[in-house]
């Protein structure tokens, strides 16, 4: 079994910037991808950004591009969201997940373990 627990959520003014982690104990997922998604209030759950295993491949959704960056520390076991240039539609609560995929992947159903989520909020 596979624990991963988020952390580094908080609240930030447009502009600013915020990293959350994602430490995973447990089963190693050190050959798993990893991925971002978030949920804002009344709204799907969507992908935000993935890495392979390796941390050689990474996929962004468009509305992140530039302003976010993911990231893994294989030795200690987690993961990374680097996020620049807030904006208020950033607002949601992040989950990061790990699965055994091929690639990197935006299919929730690709991914086997969530955490349990932290909330970023960005005040305008």
């Known amino acids: 079994q596979v624990q991963l627990v988020e952390s580094g959520g908080g609240l930030v003014q447009t502009g600013g910037s915020l990293r959350v982690s994602c430490a995973a104990s447990g089963r190693t997922v050190s050959r798993y991808t990893s991925g971002w998604f978030r949920q804002a209030p009344g709204k799907e759950r969507e992908f935000v950004a993935a890495v392979t295993w390796s941390g050689g491949t990474t996929d962004y959704a468009d509305s992140v591009k530039g302003r976010f960056t993911i990231s893994r520390n294989i030795a200690q076991n987690t993961v990374y969201l680097r996020m620049n240039s807030l904006k208020p539609e950033d607002t949601a609560v992040y989950y990061c997940?790990?699965?055994?995929?091929?690639?990197?992947?935006?299919?929730?159903?690709?991914?086997?373990?969530w955490g349990q989520g932290t909330q970023v909020t960005v005040s305008s």
């Open positions: 997940a790990a699965g055994q995929v091929s690639g990197v992947s935006r299919y929730p159903g690709d991914y086997d373990y």
